[in-house]
Each structure stands twice: as structure tokens, then as C-alpha cells.
């Protein structure tokens, strides 16, 4: 996979052009699914998916919603095939935990290893939920698995939304408290601020700003 993580999602002029990098087309000629599992899971309700799916058209070729919860109850070869013949997974925030769970449950986290080309655009607990910890400070409630441990495709956590103005507990300060609890590398990203991930070499595509925490040993 090729990731684009983000607090928000396209943003800025930067982080679109990085998405475009990466899908090595135009948004226009790209096919994209919606995935707002992680919103159902979160105190936003119904309302958050909806939202999340109204917003995610940046003029793609074709959007279409894939449901993690429903997958289940799908043929595997059916839904398979719809996510290798997409251009880019749109991931949405929420419940990180809750998404973390489908994603394991539903399959797609063994599927998305062995699609090299895929574009992944995380949205808040869409980009938490690949890497190794999430933190205390970002549980919603009780996580399904029992604790704060996510996929771990990426080797570093992440503090989203630094400094947004509706979030005032997400100051850099409590970044670094959460950065000295996770042990491990780190970024503090607001919402102008991607990690674009490419064969594992990471790159920061920032116009606001953003922190990389050093594990201390």
C-alpha cells in the first residue's frame, strides 16, 4: 500500500497534490471507496458517516461505500475484488478501536498487504488504526480487543488534530505527555498535515505544523 495519513483529510493544496502523487493519475481518472465503519462507532452516531461520505467527493471517476461490518455476510471473492479494483481506500475517523476490530474481523487488514499499488487516505482513527499504539488519550471507550494496541503497518504513532480549536485538550504539550507513554517514534500532526508513507520511506507534506517525538531509551 501507498499512505497518505492525515488528521482531515485533503486539506491544503499540498496534501492533494501528495494524493495525486501517489495515485500517479488525476482524481478524475481515480475510483475511491468510502470506508465509515470507524464513525459508527463514535458519539457522532449515523450522523458522522453521512457526513464523511458527503464530503469524501474531490471529483473522483467513481466513489463507491464499503461497509466493514456488513462484509461478513458478503462473499469474500465479491468484496475482494471491489477493493482491488479501487484506486484509493478513503478511511474515516471515529472510533479507532472499533475500527480496528472490523478491519481484523472483516479481513481487509490481511487483504491490504498484498496490494502494493492501493492508496490509503486515513482520516483521523483511519490513520491511528495502522499504527502500532493508539494511546489512552484516544480511546473512546473500551476497546473490543482489550487494549491500545492497532495493526501496526507503520512503525511510528500518531497524535491527531494538534491544536485544533474545538479540541482544546490537544495541545503540544499533552502530545509530548502522550509521545513519553507511547515510548516509540511518533508524530504530533494537525489538520494541515499528512505522512505520506511510500515502500516504507516516510514524508511529512505539512502547510501548518507538526512534531516527530524520538523514542527515549
Not at 50 to 76: C, H, K, M, N, Y
Not at 149 to 155: I, M, N
Request: hydrophobic letters at 45%.
Amino acid at each position: 500500500m501507498r499512505l497518505l495519513l492525515t488528521s482531515a483529510g485533503i486539506s491544503n493544496p499540498s496534501i492533494e497534490g501528495a494524493l495525486v502523487d501517489l495515485l500517479g493519475k488525476p482524481i478524475a481518472e481515480s475510483s475511491a471507496l468510502c470506508i465509515p465503519t470507524a464513525g459508527y462507532g463514535s458519539s457522532f452516531g449515523p450522523v458522522g458517516p453521512w457526513r464523511f461520505i458527503r464530503g469524501a467527493d474531490l471529483g473522483w471517476r467513481s466513489v463507491g461505500v464499503l461497509e466493514l461490518t456488513a462484509l461478513p455476510s458478503i462473499d469474500q471473492e465479491r468484496w475482494v475484488q471491489w477493493v482491488r479494483e479501487a484506486d484509493v481506500l478513503l478511511v474515516n475517523g471515529g472510533d479507532v478501536m472499533y475500527l480496528n476490530h472490523w478491519m481484523r474481523t472483516s479481513g481487509l487488514a490481511d487483504l491490504l498487504p498484498s496490494l502494493p499499488e492501493l492508496v490509503y487516505l486515513g482520516f483521523s482513527a483511519g490513520s491511528l488504526v495502522l499504527t502500532p499504539r493508539v494511546g489512552a488519550e484516544f480511546l473512546d471507550g473500551k476497546p473490543l480487543t482489550g487494549d491500545d494496541r492497532a495493526l501496526g503497518t507503520v512503525d511510528f504513532s500518531i497524535f491527531p488534530h494538534l491544536d485544533h480549536p474545538d479540541l482544546p485538550e490537544n495541545t503540544m504539550a499533552a502530545a509530548e505527555r502522550w509521545a513519553a507513554g507511547i515510548a516509540a517514534p511518533a508524530y504530533a500532526i494537525d489538520d494541515d498535515t499528512a505522512i505520506k508513507v511510500v515502500a516504507g520511506t516516510v514524508e511529512v507534506v505539512s502547510e501548518g505544523h507538526w512534531k516527530y517525538f524520538t523514542p527515549v531509551s
